[in-house]
């Protein structure tokens, strides 16, 4: 059975920092495209990056320039490094692993809460 779970969320300053891990198990993570999501109270479950097995990387423009996706396929890992992060930002936080389209695994989420 496929599994993703995410750690490294929580409460931090505006400006400050955080980085996600999502570990995978259970399926052959280098050839799933990892993308990165996230939903606030109240909205749709939004995508914030997405790095491709091939090493293709996006960004929401809401995130560019202040996280980066990042993946090593020897630890079945794909982290997001947040920097400068906002009020806004606050939310849970999902790591997803994708091929074709099809998303074949969601982790339980992990909170960020961005607060003075």
């Known amino acids: 059975q496929g599994q993703l779970v995410e750690s490294g969320g929580g409460l931090v300053q505006p400006g400050g920092s955080l980085r996600l891990s999502c570990a995978a198990s259970g399926f052959i993570f280098n050839i799933y495209d990892m993308g990165w999501y996230r939903q606030a109270p109240g909205k749709e479950r939004d995508l914030v990056a997405n790095?491709?097995?091939?090493?293709?990387?996006y960004y929401s423009d809401s995130v560019k320039g202040r996280f980066t996706i990042s993946r090593d396929n020897a630890k079945n890992t794909v982290w997001l490094q947040m920097n400068n992060l906002k009020p806004e930002d606050t939310a849970v936080y999902y790591c997803?692993?994708?091929?074709?389209?099809?998303?074949?695994?969601w982790g339980q989420g992990t909170q960020v809460t961005v607060s003075s």
């Open positions: 997803a692993a994708d091929r074709g389209g099809v998303y074949y695994y």
């Open positions: 790095l491709t097995k091939s090493g293709f990387t």
